[in-house]
């Protein structure tokens, strides 16, 4: 069995010994090289962001500050929540694993 990329296993979905059928989930793995953030951005702010766009950022878990770039931003806006969905690249920061929080810092106007 081959994974499509790098990483680390995070989910068993089967014991050992097992039957499976084709196709059945066996395992969820996580890339542990590209780490993203999905977040869910007030559309007042989103449409002020730019792909490739870089944010301050803070891991919740240690308070390190690393850079998020914004990778892809949704063309729509949730309408309950008024927010759209922006993906951030944390690649680049070995202080982000997958699970970990992030807060995003847009200050007054994204740079």
Do not use: C, Y
Request: aromatic share 4%; no cysteine.
């Amino acid at each position: 069995m081959n994974a499509p990329f790098d990483g680390l296993v995070s989910e068993w979905s089967t014991r050992p010994h097992e039957t499976v059928r084709e196709g059945d989930p066996v395992i969820k793995i996580v890339s542990n090289t590209d780490v993203l953030a999905k977040a869910q951005i007030p559309a007042s702010v989103a449409f002020q962001l730019e792909s490739r766009q870089t944010v301050d950022a803070v891991v919740s878990e240690t308070g390190m500050r690393i850079q998020a770039v914004a990778k892809n931003i949704a063309p729509v806006v949730e309408p309950v929540s008024r927010t759209v969905t922006v993906i951030f690249d944390l690649k680049g920061s070995s202080a982000v694993k997958p699970g970990m929080s992030v807060i995003l810092n847009f200050g007054a106007r994204p740079r």
